[in-house]
């Protein structure tokens, strides 16, 4: 998300009360990233409660290590928005295990960086 927004104020209209998103649902490229960072399969016949794993682009999330940009949150969003339904649980579900997780996995490097020798005087 490019605009901050306040979780108990946020409706398809506003960001938080008395703040309009550029475009209403988030739609507009002031109010969040245009190109997803970012994707799953849903299916149509997918059982409920079905946990899915969405793989975010490592170059992104370093960017928001680094401070490149604001985390105002993350924005789910289907491909088609059409007669689409899938449930998604928020940090506040009462089912503690159905809660939102940023998982990030990492790899150390196998080699070890060669000692440097630095002269005194």
């Known amino acids: 998300m490019k605009t ?3 979780e108990n104020e946020a409706t398809w209209n506003v960001s938080a009360s008395g703040v309009n998103w550029q475009t209403p649902g988030a739609n507009g490229e ?3 990233e245009l190109t997803p ?3 799953t399969a849903v299916l149509d016949d997918e059982a409920t ?3 899915k794993i969405i793989p975010l682009d490592a170059s992104k999330m370093q960017e ?3 401070g490149t940009f604001a ?3 993350f924005f789910l969003k289907t491909d088609a928005e059409l007669n689409d339904a899938f449930f998604y649980k928020s940090s ?3 089912a503690v295990t159905q809660r939102p997780k940023l998982v990030i996995e ?3 490097s196998d080699s070890t960086p060669a000692p440097t020798f630095t002269p005194t005087l």
């Open 71 to 73: 985390n105002n949150g």
């Open 64 to 66: 928001l290590a680094n």
């Open 92 to 94: 506040d579900s009462s």
């Open 49 to 51: 409660g079905t946990e």
């Open 106 to 108: 990492y790899t150390l």
């Open 37 to 39: 960072i970012g994707s």
């Open 4 to 6: 901050p927004f306040s």
């Open 30 to 32: 002031n109010d969040r």
